[in-house]
């Protein structure tokens, strides 16, 4: 079955670290790849997204993600981590063929930033 | 702004009864969904409809239903609600075809099973 793996389920950093948040994918044939962010209380909002082209991809608020076809990874990367950017970070891939549109959502990477 | 609206926000019930949440958006996007909130397994899609007359069952259909009354309006229903669907519910919405797969989501419905 195809899936979406997030390798941490929690990561506590203070201010000013850099971020690297792991994301897997299991299905070989193309796909479209997105990274969503859920601040506390708050609906999934699009943070960044790869459809083609450059595989190094860049959001809002500084976050950028490469994507390594060899590797079926999406990781998330921010140099320098604000207390604003506590929340839970979601990784979802869209194949293409069978159900087109639909995602398949890792589950979800806490961050929490000490100030 | 155009919108994805989800009513009502917070619901408690009790097991057996029937719920009904109901998604709206303003977007003009063909393409609808439902997805489960729980702590620790990331959203799981319920159903999905990619227009008025096609609905499709997702990841975990058993136990719940939709209706799609329009382009505009989704809503998904507990016929015998049970503790274990005690979880946030989502609504989204994309548009069909090329880049346009982002989906936007509503403000979530959090609901309660006792």
């Known amino acids: 079955a195809q899936s979406v793996s997030q390798h941490n389920h929690h990561v506590i950093l203070s201010e000013a670290a850099s971020l690297e948040l792991g994301c897997n994918y299991s299905?070989?044939?193309?796909?479209?790849l997105f990274w969503y962010v859920q601040y506390p209380g708050q609906h999934l909002q699009l943070l960044l997204k790869?459809?083609?082209?450059?595989?190094l991809v860049k959001g809002i608020k500084g976050f950028e993600a490469e994507f390594i076809k060899s590797k079926f990874s999406f990781n998330l990367r921010k140099p320098s981590v604000q207390w604003s950017d506590t929340a839970e970070y979601f990784c979802a891939v869209k194949r293409y063929g069978g159900s087109q549109g639909n995602l398949i959502f890792g589950k979800g990477t806490k961050l929490s930033v000490k100030p | 702004d155009a919108d994805v609206t989800q009513t009502p926000r917070n619901r408690i019930t009790k097991t057996g009864k029937r719920i009904m949440l109901e998604c709206s958006q303003t977007?003009?996007?063909?393409?609808m969904y439902w997805y489960r909130q729980d702590p620790g397994l990331g959203l799981r899609l319920i159903y999905y409809s990619f227009d008025v007359k096609d609905i499709n069952k997702g990841e975990i259909s058993d136990g719940y239903s939709v209706s799609r009354q329009a382009q505009a309006k989704f809503s998904l229903s507990l016929e015998s609600a049970i503790p274990n669907q005690t979880a946030l519910y989502f609504c989204?919405?994309?548009?069909?075809?090329?880049?346009?797969?982002?989906?936007?989501f509503g403000p979530g419905t959090r609901l309660t099973v006792l």
């Open positions: 790869y459809f083609s082209g450059d595989p």
């Open positions: 299905y070989g044939g193309t796909v479209n």
């Open positions: 989204a919405t994309s548009r069909s075809g090329g880049d346009f797969n982002e989906q936007f």
């Open positions: 977007k003009g996007h063909d393409r």
